[in-house]
Nanobody
């Protein structure tokens, strides 16, 4: 069984930066896909970025050039670096892991972009 714990959210001004972390514990198999998703109030959860165990990445168009997903396999941690944050980036950000047909979610961390 895998558990995901997000951290690093908070309140930031427009144009600011944050880095989210997702600590993974439990049994980890390859191949797998780690991802960040977000859900704003009244909206559906949407993909932000994903990264395969092989290192391939994919980003939502709205965050390309501003957000960077990375993973430290030695620490079993996935990161989401977020720059040039905008008010529309405000949402609960969730970490996700897909492996062996199972999908696991973290509890989410709130990111609020406001002046």
């Amino acid at each position: 069984q895998v558990q995901l714990v997000e951290s690093g959210g908070g309140l930031v001004q427009p144009g600011g930066s944050l880095r989210l972390s997702c600590a993974v514990s439990g049994s980890i198999y390859s191949p797998n896909i780690m991802g960040w998703y977000r859900q704003a109030p009244g909206k559906q959860r949407e993909l932000v970025a994903i990264m395969t165990s092989g290192g391939s990445t994919n980003y939502a168009d709205s965050v390309k050039g501003r957000f960077t997903i990375s993973r430290d396999n030695a620490k079993n941690t996935v990161y989401l670096g977020m720059n040039s944050l905008r008010p529309q980036d405000t949402a609960v950000y969730y970490c996700n892991m897909e492996q062996r047909l199972y999908s696991t979610w973290g509890q989410g961390t709130q990111v609020t972009v406001s002046s």
